[in-house]
């Protein structure tokens, strides 16, 4: 059974750098697969940050793509993310996911989520 | 950019059937995913490539995809349905996951 752990420091302070990481087990980080990140404010919708291929290829959102940087550790079988510069607006829930990446077909879903976890930017 | 569009909220005696749309400018030439996500919870794709349904999600799930909508029916729905359910799909000109704005399910 696949599964997939957050952590990273539940408050960050405005301007510094959000630094999180995901812990997979059950799967291997170096299969042929993509991981990736979503993100949910309080009591908004979902935000799809990006997602990053074992080899290192990512697909990135644009609206974050300067603020993000994304990167697979394969001794630890894990991923993490990283976002600069923060913001209240960047206070939310972050997911980890497996994502399924079928290009030819234009298909990318999430099969596989973490439980997530809160991260506060406040002062 | 392409969105989609789904509503608010849908509610619903015990026993009926929900239909929750995801509307988009030609939907059906995209693939259609569906999350189910429970108060607190993490989301859990219930539906995957329009219509089909990962093992352990029940039969009463179903989804379709025709013109401009996409839609995902719950069947004699129950209690524990109750939650937001968002349809995602690819926008292949941004190379962007793109999400609706969720749907809160309530059973009455």
């Known amino acids: 059974q696949v599964q997939l752990q957050e952590s990273g420091p539940g408050l960050v302070k405005p301007s510094d750098t959000l630094s999180l990481t995901c812990a997979v087990s059950g799967d291997s980080i170096s299969s042929p697969k993509w991981w990736g990140w979503i993100r949910q404010p309080p009591g908004k919708g979902l935000e799809w940050i990006g997602h990053?291929?074992?080899?290192?290829?990512?697909y990135d959102n644009t609206s974050l793509k300067s603020r993000v940087t994304m990167s697979v550790d394969t001794s630890k079988n894990q991923i993490s993310l990283k976002l600069t510069s923060v913001t209240a607006l960047d206070t939310a829930v972050y997911y980890c996911?497996?994502?399924?990446?079928?290009?030819?077909?234009?298909?990318?879903?999430?099969?596989?989520w973490g439980k997530g976890t809160t991260v506060t930017v406040s002062s | 950019s392409y969105v989609v569009t789904q509503p608010p909220s849908v509610a619903l005696a015990p026993g009926q059937t929900a239909r929750i749309t995801c509307g988009g400018n030609?939907?059906?030439?995209?693939?259609v995913h569906w999350y189910q996500q429970r108060p607190g919870q993490a989301p859990v794709v219930v539906i995957y490539?329009?219509?089909d349904r990962p093992s352990g999600i029940p039969e009463r799930f179903s989804g379709s995809n025709s013109g401009n909508t996409a839609t995902l029916t719950i069947s004699r729905v129950e209690a524990g349905d109750e939650a937001d359910y968002y349809c995602q799909v690819w926008d292949s000109g941004r190379d962007h996951v793109v999400f609706g704005g969720g749907t809160t399910l309530t059973v009455l």
């Open positions: 996911a497996r994502v399924v990446v079928l290009p030819a077909a234009r298909i990318h879903y999430m099969d596989v």
């Open positions: 030609n939907i059906a030439n995209r693939r």
């Open positions: 990053i291929y074992y080899s290192g290829s990512t």
């Open positions: 490539k329009d219509k």
